[in-house]
């Protein structure tokens, strides 16, 4: 009898696809394996330390949200659920199982974001699928929705719809602007012993000169300190993203503007946080 063909949705779970946590976790979907919706992007994870897949912009919008959430321990996007548990619940609410669209084969449903939360020393888990608003129009799309509903509803997990109109935009944006400047993999060419001192003159010129924007406090700090032209900029971005500095993020952050903003650590610990 001739062997029986693997289907490459088999042969990626065989490979690990979907499993594990934090750094370990592989996604079932990678972006060069999918057509996009949108911009499919990769992003290097704060709480992972591992690269995401987001397959549209509302996707890595909504996972720049989860970055600056305290209470988000780790982040699972691109999840498949079992394909033998989908095909029983789809078979249950006579609704069609997807298939792939090349061999009509069973389809393997995923879930966008698993997401672990932390509340008061809870552990919550949480599922969440985004979707454009106008899809939700579309019976076929609300069908395939009903059975991943169903598959965490029957598991107590939370699971929702994330669309837009969900997402805050401003802040999405402003995570994604520091994101690179979290840690020093991407660093200008910088020391980060130097940062308390450059932080000291760039709250101080801030500070004595409201209107400035954050473009030309950053100029005018690297002349004075005689640094190569962007580091005070990106060590503005830095210290927004470690939260060294506080600011309002559900408002847009653009350089090109001043911004209000305070320390939120003494410069003994902001210096100790560097090291």
């Known amino acids: ?18 499993q594990g946590h934090g750094e370990n976790y592989t996604p079932f979907l990678r972006t060069s394996e999918v057509p996009s919706h949108g911009k499919s992007t990769r992003v290097k994870g704060w709480k992972t330390g591992r690269v995401h897949h987001f397959l549209s912009t509302h996707e890595s919008n909504y996972f720049y949200i989860l970055e600056w959430s305290p209470a988000v321990v780790d982040i699972r996007e691109q999840f498949p659920l079992p394909l033998e548990e989908t095909t029983k619940i789809a078979e249950r609410l006579a609704i069609k199982h997807p298939v792939k669209p090349k061999d009509k084969s069973m389809a393997v449903v995923t879930t966008d974001f698993l997401i672990d939360v932390a509340h008061e020393g809870v552990a919550t888990l949480k599922a969440r699928t985004v979707k454009p608003s106008n899809d939700l129009n579309s019976l076929r799309t609300i069908e395939k929705l009903e059975i991943e509903r169903t598959y965490w509803r029957e598991r107590g997990v939370d699971w929702g719809i994330v669309t837009e109109c969900e997402i805050h935009k401003p802040l999405a944006q ?20 130097h940062i308390p001192f450059i932080e000291s003159s760039l709250f101080d010129f801030l500070s004595t000169t409201p209107t400035a924007s954050l473009a030309e406090a950053g100029i005018e700090v690297d002349i ?3 640094l190569k032209g962007g580091i005070s900029l990106w060590v503005m971005r830095h210290l927004i993203a470690s939260r060294q500095w506080e600011v309002n993020m559900m408002s847009r952050i653009y350089p090109s503007k ?10 003994a610990m902001a210096e100790r946080r560097c090291q």
């Open 1 to 18: 009898m001739p062997r029986r063909r693997i289907s490459s949705d088999e042969s990626k779970l065989q490979k690990g696809r979907g």
């Open 174 to 193: 402003n995570v994604e602007w520091i994101h690179t400047a979290l840690d020093f993999d991407d660093a200008p060419g910088i020391d980060p012993a």
């Open 224 to 226: 004075r300190l005689g």
């Open 258 to 267: 001043p911004l209000v903003l305070r320390r939120s650590l003494s410069p």
